[in-house]
């Protein structure tokens, strides 16, 4: 069973509907018990980092997901994944889960739009489970202001927007994080879903 994390900044429905549309057990939760017996774990989020992190934090679930994170795949998606990195400075400075190096900062492309809204080319760099079967033409859907500042060897996929975007992240164990919305990229997405629940 896929565990998502409502608290009450994601975008959940979302994500269980493509769960569902791949046959995947799921389910939409705020209790530790159920992070716990989880087989793997899914941290959504849209919206603000500082007021995201309040929500987590009052849920009371931020030491079960720290603890979790360390045993089983976690994937966080758009600012569920900015929220996987030790700090941001989306408002005020403000620290995250610590579960990837780095931090996240706003985008600064003086001849492009911020946000950075659309579809994107994914770019490789390094081998990545999540990424198995995927072509040389794939494209995943963006909708950001923010973005993270990471290790090469953090960094999985990234697109060209300006500059490098980091787009597909991860400890190198079971944390992984992608700034793009998987359940709303099409085939491509629901691909990557199908590979983080093959997990162990």
Request: a negative charge; one cysteine or more; charged letters at 25%.
């Amino acid at each position: 069973m896929i565990a998502i994390v409502d608290y009450g900044a994601g975008n959940i429905f979302s994500v269980k509907n493509a769960l569902d549309y791949l046959g995947l057990e799921s389910r939409l939760t705020n209790k530790k018990e159920d992070l716990v017996s989880a087989d793997s774990i899914i941290l959504p989020g849209v919206g603000a980092f500082p007021a995201a992190m309040d929500k987590l934090q009052a849920s009371g679930l931020v030491d079960t997901i720290k603890q979790q994170a360390k045993l089983k795949p976690f994937l966080g998606i758009c600012l569920g994944m900015q929220l996987l990195f030790e700090k941001s400075y989306e408002f005020e400075k403000r620290e995250g889960l610590s579960l990837i190096k780095g931090y996240v900062d706003k985008m600064v492309e003086p001849d492009l739009v911020i946000p950075h809204m659309g579809w994107n080319k994914l770019e490789y760099n390094g081998e990545c489970k999540l990424l198995e079967g995927m072509g040389d033409n794939e494209y995943v859907y963006f909708v950001h202001s923010y973005k993270a500042f990471c290790e090469d060897e953090n960094l999985f996929a990234y697109c060209e927007y300006g500059s490098r975007v980091p787009a597909l992240v991860g400890d190198g164990k079971y944390v992984y994080g992608s700034q793009f919305h998987p359940e709303k990229s099409g085939k491509t997405g629901l691909k990557i879903l199908e590979n983080f629940a093959r997990l162990h």
